[in-house]
């Protein structure tokens, strides 16, 4: 059975950091293209970023809004997912989701997601 | 990149058909088979029912279809159950290594 299970969230103030981890199993991880996506309360989906596995020379790539501030990184040996998240600001409050990709581009699995408040 | 428009509301009585649009441009749905279709019931993580436009993964029952004209994909739920009940999304990818998600479409069984 595949399992990701997103740790990490909390209650932080604009322009502090947090650090998210997603702890991945019955997947071969290694292989695995990564994403984090987020839902904002009451809203929808929005994806944030993606890693390439290394084979595909763990590459990443930021959707605007997180740009510059986010980082993405993965520790294969531990088969965990992170979200480096800096600078952060009240709009980035949100349900944070990590997902695998299929072959298909598509976010075949999902976590359950960790709450992220930013907040003075 | 905009999201995707969807209609904010679907509804349909048990047993009937209900179609959800997903409305892109030739950056994003037109210019790619990469559309896919998420199912979110209230506090749960969303769920793939549809991807490559009209494939299913194992297990997501054949009730659910979905196609692709131009710009616009759109997601058939048949035989309309009181658990599909939910939100649903669809998503895109749009190119340089990014996707673009819907702005959510809110099924009621009536």
């Known amino acids: ?49 993606r890693i390439k596995s290394k084979n595909d020379g763990e590459t990443t790539e930021n ?33 944070y989701y990590c997902t695998s990709e299929g072959m298909g581009a598509q976010h075949a699995f999902w976590g359950q997601g960790t709450l992220v408040t930013v907040s003075s | 990149q905009s999201a995707l428009t969807q209609p904010p509301s679907a509804s349909g009585s048990p ?3 209900v179609t959800i649009s997903c409305t892109g441009t030739s950056s994003d749905v037109g210019g790619y088979n990469y559309v896919s279709w998420y199912q979110q019931h ?12 009209n494939k299913r993964p194992s297990g997501v029952p054949d009730r659910f279809s979905g196609s692709k004209s131009g710009n616009t ?38």
Do not use: H
């Open chain 1, 1 to 49: 059975e595949v399992q990701l299970v997103e740790s990490g969230g909390g209650l932080v103030k604009p322009g502090g950091s947090l650090r998210l981890s997603c702890a991945v199993s019955g997947l071969a991880f290694t292989n695995a293209w990564m994403s984090w996506v987020r839902q904002a309360p009451g809203k929808g989906l929005e994806w944030v970023g």
């Open chain 2, 15 to 17: 047993g009937q058909s």
């Open chain 2, 73 to 110: 994909a759109s997601l058939t739920v048949s035989g309309l159950q009181a658990d599909d009940e939910a939100d649903f999304y669809c998503c895109s990818y749009a190119g340089s290594d990014s996707y673009v998600f819907g702005t959510g479409t809110k099924v009621t069984v009536l």
């Open chain 1, 63 to 95: 959707a605007a809004p997180v740009k510059g501030r986010f980082t993405i990184s993965r520790d294969d040996s531990r088969n965990t997912l992170y979200l480096q998240m800096n600078d952060l600001k009240t709009e980035d409050t949100a349900v």
């Open chain 2, 42 to 53: 209230p506090g749960k993580a969303p769920k793939l029912l549809i991807y490559e436009v």
